[in-house]
């Protein structure tokens, strides 16, 4: 069992940065990607970006190119995101998702076995 913690989530103006955190814990040496997704109220769950937990490769939604940055930290067991510009539009709350199997289609919610709680993000204009 895989469990996810994040954190890092608040209130900020336009312009802001901030980095959201999620500690994994349970059978993490199985997690094979992990994942950030982001749910805005009345809108579907939508891929920010994803991070393969052994080789370091990332991925990016487009929409989070240039201004995102994911990262782990093998030691502490956790996947960091790093936001930058943001934007009214970027107000959601922001989930923390891990993949066991090696499904490459990581844009897709479905791919992703477990998920955090979720941070509310709010970004004021």
């Known amino acids: 069992q895989v469990q996810l913690v994040e954190s890092g989530g608040g209130l900020v103006q336009a312009g802001g940065s901030l980095r959201l955190s999620c500690v994994v814990s349970?059978?993490?040496?199985?997690?094979?990607?992990m994942g950030w997704f982001r749910q805005a109220p009345g809108k579907e769950r939508e891929f920010v970006t994803a991070i393969n937990w052994s080789t370091g490769s990332t991925y990016y939604a487009d929409s989070a190119k240039g201004r995102c940055t994911i990262s782990r930290d093998n030691a502490k067991n956790t996947v960091y995101l790093q936001m930058n510009s943001l934007k009214p539009e970027d107000t959601a709350v922001y989930y923390c998702?891990?993949?066991?199997?090696?499904?490459?289609?990581?844009?897709?919610?479905?791919?992703?076995?477990?998920w955090g709680q979720g941070t509310q993000v709010t970004v004021s204009s």
């Open positions: 349970g059978h993490t040496f199985s997690s094979h990607v």
């Open positions: 998702a891990a993949a066991l199997s090696r499904d490459g289609r990581l844009w897709m919610p479905r791919v992703y076995d477990y």
